[in-house]
């Protein structure tokens, strides 16, 4: 059976739509938050890795969201571009207006269908909230063919309301209709049940793309998607890294990588390009200062690593024995030595390349470049990773208003120490000397002297990029102010100038959100 779907055609019966959504559902979480270079990068990225749909975020939430949401819809060709919009008029116009440069664009449009959600958040009686499917979708379709309505809270809804509102949307003119697992209450039978039924009992099911959309507080999700899925789901919903609203969404690699290997299980195609997978979760954990959990699944450092010797000597007898898919069918790289201070400025262009980065422009390659040669002078072997991140480092501050200079420091176990910082603010240089309890505390404190501010130092925490005492250190800082939080990632072979460009990353992040209102609670 196929499906004639607006923005792609004929959709065979065994092909799913990877629906990302971690620049929205991803992005409203505590600490993930991302400025507008940040969100586009990320979104080059996913296009690269090939997602299907990509919901930029939620319009009507503040100027800034309408605003990355917008370029995100000028920048960005391949997936569709999706807004999400509550089922209010404003919501929806706002949406329309964002997404409208992108040449495949959708809708996005939700509101509570749950008994609990519609007495105590909503206040609405069920034949209003069946009312305003009916008045959203309808809206919506004035301003594009592609529309998806969501039932939030969807698997807690009463079957006979949710059928009644899954066909209502139909009707109105909704192209996908997304189930939502919204409280991560579900197992994988509630899945299964709830799919087969609309799919038996709603008229029009067959006309339209399910979806599934898990969040994770049970640790279900991905098993949650593949259950929907195997239901009939053919949309679904999920984030890199699994990030999202509290416990996460279904993470991306999982799911795509759980299609891949158990073709028995899960006999689906998608469009992802796997191999990107470790880039696009390396990048998102760079610019939201998160690393993944060593033992996270597909992306963790430890998911390929061996370390038992019965396991050692069945991998190199026969990789099969212990692995079930093969690192480089993810993005893992053996650790390679790349280049010495000798290589030019084509061979980094060429290696970036081969690493995943597209065309850098001019004056980041440039200040990279430059890096790379100082790091290359510093540090006896430069791996890969090296590479990754300190450009992501470097292409992360671009456009930012405050930028580290230099930094000299007078340190020891008898000296106070004392730090000597110089940074450019808005192109103009300005140095401040500080003492401290130690050079980190220093190095903050002339920071400090040069930009004076409110926020509260909550984390501070340091990694090695790779191995040996050599190696770069890569650096992570969390500011508060006024309840926002924000992180900041520096990486640099001295770990107090890694310290303080986190620091200075975290300061600029902090200055775009001081200029974003804060995101209207994700109520219907
Ligand atoms: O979890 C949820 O229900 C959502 C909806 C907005 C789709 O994120
Ligand atoms: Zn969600």
Redesign the pocket.
């Known amino acids: 059976m196929t499906i004639t779907h607006p923005n792609f055609g004929a959709i065979d019966d065994k092909r799913v739509i990877i629906f990302d959504?971690t620049l929205r559902?991803g992005e409203q979480s505590p600490g993930f938050s991302m400025n507008l270079d940040e969100k586009l990068r990320m979104a080059e990225t996913l296009a690269e890795l090939g997602v299907d749909v990509l919901e930029a975020g939620f319009p009507i939430a503040s100027t800034g969201d309408y605003e990355s949401v917008r370029a995100i819809a000028e920048g960005i060709k391949g997936p569709v571009i999706c807004g999400l919009a509550r089922s209010g008029r404003e919501d929806i116009l706002r949406a329309a207006e964002a997404i409208r440069p992108a040449a495949r664009r959708r809708i996005h449009t939700f509101i509570s269908t749950s008994p609990l959600h519609m007495k105590y958040k909503l206040r609405m009686e069920p034949e209003a909230v069946l009312e305003a499917v009916t008045a959203s979708v309808r809206l919506a379709r004035q301003h594009t063919d592609d529309v998806e309505w969501s039932a939030e809270d969807g698997s807690r809804t009463e079957m006979e309301f949710l059928i009644r509102c899954v066909e209502a949307a139909i009707k109105a003119g909704a192209t996908t209709i997304n189930i939502?697992d919204?409280v991560g209450y579900a197992v994988p039978e509630d899945m299964a049940r709830i799919f087969t039924t609309v799919m038996n009992r709603v008229d029009g099911a067959d006309r339209v793309i399910l979806s599934t959309?898990c969040?994770n507080d049970l640790g279900l999700a991905v098993a949650n998607t593949l259950a929907a899925v195997r239901a009939g789901a053919r949309q679904i919903?999920c984030t890199i890294n699994g990030i999202?609203?509290r416990a996460g969404?279904a993470a991306l690699e999982e799911v795509v990588m759980a299609i891949r290997t158990r073709p028995d299980a899960a006999p689906y195609t998608h469009n992802i390009e796997t191999t990107r997978i470790l880039r696009t979760s390396k990048l998102l954990a760079t610019i939201t200062g998160f690393d993944v959990q060593p033992n996270k699944a597909i992306v963790g450092r430890n998911a390929f690593a061996h370390e038992s010797g019965i396991h050692q000597d069945g991998v190199l007898k026969n990789a099969a024995t212990y692995e079930i898919m093969t690192p480089e069918s993810v993005g893992w790289q053996k650790t390679s030595l790349v280049m010495g201070k000798h290589s030019g400025r084509a061979a980094f262009r060429d290696k970036l390349k081969s690493l995943g980065y597209g065309e850098l422009g001019d004056n980041a390659l440039q200040i990279a470049f430059q890096r790379f040669k100082d790091l290359a002078d510093r540090k006896k072997i430069v791996y890969d990773d090296d590479i990754v991140a300190l450009v992501d480092d470097e292409v992360m501050r671009d456009h930012q208003r405050i930028k580290f200079v230099d930094l000299e420091l007078w340190a020891g176990s008898k000296a106070k120490p004392r730090a000597l910082l110089e940074l450019e603010i808005d192109g103009a240089a300005h140095k401040f000397e500080a003492l401290g309890d130690g050079p980190i505390d220093a190095t903050f404190n002339a920071i400090h002297g040069i930009f004076p501010h409110t926020a509260t130092l909550r984390l501070f925490s340091v990694g090695a990029v790779t191995e040996g005492t050599d190696a770069q250190a890569r650096c992570t800082v969390r500011l508060e102010e006024d309840g926002k939080l924000v992180d900041g990632q520096g990486a640099d072979t001295d770990t107090i100038v890694a310290a303080a460009r986190a620091y200075i990353h975290a300061l600029n992040k902090l200055i775009t959100k001081r200029a974003r209102t804060e995101p209207a609670a994700l109520s219907a």
Do not use: K, S, V, Y
Request: aromatic share 0%; glycine share 10%; proline share 10%.
């Open positions: 959504t559902d939502p919204t959309h969040h919903e999202g609203e969404n």
